[in-house]
């Protein structure tokens, strides 16, 4: 009688994510698939620097640990990963990244079972590598570097964050303690070299509104941003400055406010997977922007060039706008001013 060979159990499971903190939210289908393929698993995540934010959305219990900025070179990945003990005993390890140096950090582990698209000599740390698909963005290619491993198709994956209201945060809560609390927007800016560049249409946005009140939020800097919207003038509008990185704060905003504005792509994201009634500002049509194929909820894109006619990109739509007055027209229907 043949004996079947048994298949090792997948205890620990180590994700090297993707090495921007805007590229997170593309993981997000591939992480939750995978906590589905894997439900008693114990999953951890290794991150960049400053990139382990977004991971803290995610609706299963992870743990997000970073690696710093100065432990980059071969020699100092080594040393991180020899020295790093709280990940071990590693059953399988994903390299979203696939570099020389991710594959390498999944060897330095020691883990049973690497796997990773083989990319030049990275694939000589891999126990299962398979070719890559260079014309995939992240988010695809993620989710099939999961169906090549997994020998079954995700495709009908879709994922969204039913929203719940975040913990109350005294400083936030009180702006929302009026008896019919206000209609607040949301502006979410990070990206603080482009923002620099559009104090002339930041102005004509705000000169479109009348008696709006808008929070800005912040992760980083919050000097910064506040010295250059001292620049613009707000008109007959209201402002206030909310600087954060704590995930049940942004969640509580995220509830309250009737939209979110934001011209970044980590925002974007974030509020696509939680089903935000929102839009983004971008320059142009040339940089990468994600797909959301396996969202729900699909981001409304205006894209503003310093001359010429504004785009805006919505599912199949496709058209033109002349003027700021326009996007504000947009914005008030929308988010229901």
Same mark, same amino acid.
């Given at each position: 009688?043949?004996?079947?060979?048994?298949?090792?159990?997948?205890?620990?499971?180590?994700?090297?994510?993707?090495?921007?903190?805007?590229?997170?939210?593309?993981?997000?289908?591939?992480?939750?698939?995978?906590?589905?393929?894997?439900?008693?698993?114990?999953?951890?995540?290794?991150?960049?620097?400053?990139?382990?934010?977004?991971?803290? =959305?995610?609706?299963?219990?992870?743990?997000?640990?970073?690696?710093?900025?100065?432990?980059?070179?071969?020699?100092?990945?080594?040393?991180?990963?020899?020295?790093?003990?709280?990940?071990?005993?590693?059953?399988?390890?994903?390299?979203? !990244?696939?570099?020389?140096?991710?594959?390498?950090?999944?060897?330095?582990?020691?883990?049973?079972?690497?796997?990773?698209?083989?990319?030049?000599?990275?694939?000589?740390?891999?126990?299962?590598?398979?070719?890559?698909?260079?014309?995939?963005?992240?988010?695809?290619?993620?989710?099939?570097?999961?169906?090549?491993?997994?020998?079954?198709?995700?495709?009908?994956?879709? $994922?969204?964050?039913?929203?719940?209201?975040?913990?109350?945060?005294?400083?936030? !809560?009180?702006?929302?303690?009026?008896?019919?609390?206000?209609? =607040?927007?949301?502006?979410?800016?990070?990206?603080?070299?482009?923002?620099?560049?559009?104090?002339?249409?930041?102005?004509? =946005?705000?000169?479109?509104?009348?008696?709006?009140?808008?929070?800005?939020?912040?992760?980083?800097?919050?000097?910064?941003?506040?010295?250059?919207?001292?620049?613009?003038?707000?008109?007959?509008?209201?402002?206030?400055?909310?600087?954060?990185?704590?995930?049940?704060?942004?969640?509580?905003?995220?509830?309250?406010?009737?939209?979110?504005?934001?011209?970044?792509?980590?925002?974007?994201?974030?509020?696509?997977?939680?089903?935000?009634?929102?839009?983004?500002?971008?320059?142009?049509?040339?940089?990468?922007?994600?797909?959301?194929?396996? =969202?729900?909820?699909?981001?409304?894109?205006?894209? $503003?060039?310093?001359?010429?006619?504004?785009?805006?990109?919505?599912?199949?739509?496709?058209?033109?706008?002349?003027?700021?007055?326009?996007?504000?027209?947009?914005?008030?229907?929308?988010?229901?001013?």
């Amino acid at each position: 009688m043949e004996v079947k060979e048994e298949v090792p159990r997948i205890n620990k499971i180590l994700v090297k994510c993707p090495p921007l903190a805007d590229d997170a939210f593309n993981a997000f289908p591939f992480l939750i698939a995978l906590s589905e393929e894997f439900p008693v698993a114990e999953i951890n995540l290794l991150c960049e620097e400053n990139c382990s934010m977004a991971y803290n =959305f995610l609706p299963f219990k992870l743990r997000a640990f970073e690696r710093p900025l100065d432990k980059i070179s071969l020699i100092q990945t080594h040393h991180f990963c020899a020295n790093f003990h709280d990940i071990f005993n590693i059953d399988l390890f994903f390299d979203l !990244e696939n570099t020389f140096n991710s594959s390498f950090m999944g060897f330095n582990f020691r883990t049973r079972e690497r796997v990773g698209f083989g990319v030049g000599w990275n694939k000589y740390f891999l126990t299962k590598n398979f070719v890559n698909p260079e014309s995939m963005g992240i988010e695809k290619k993620c989710m099939e570097l999961l169906d090549l491993y997994t020998g079954k198709k995700h495709q009908d994956t879709k $994922i969204s964050r039913v929203r719940i209201e975040g913990q109350q945060v005294e400083k936030i !809560e009180q702006l929302f303690q009026e008896p019919e609390p206000p209609k =607040f927007i949301l502006i979410m800016l990070d990206n603080f070299q482009n923002v620099s560049k559009q104090i002339k249409m930041w102005t004509a =946005f705000f000169d479109s509104f009348q008696n709006q009140k808008f929070i800005i939020w912040s992760q980083y800097d919050e000097d910064l941003i506040s010295e250059l919207f001292f620049k613009v003038d707000l008109g007959g509008n209201s402002l206030y400055m909310h600087r954060g990185s704590i995930t049940k704060e942004l969640v509580y905003l995220l509830n309250k406010v009737k939209g979110v504005v934001t011209n970044n792509i980590w925002s974007e994201g974030l509020c696509t997977y939680f089903g935000v009634n929102a839009v983004s500002f971008f320059n142009n049509q040339t940089v990468q922007l994600p797909d959301y194929q396996y =969202f729900y909820f699909k981001p409304q894109r205006f894209f $503003i060039p310093d001359t010429g006619p504004i785009k805006y990109i919505y599912l199949d739509e496709d058209r033109e706008l002349l003027e700021m007055n326009q996007i504000v027209d947009h914005i008030h229907f929308n988010f229901k001013l």
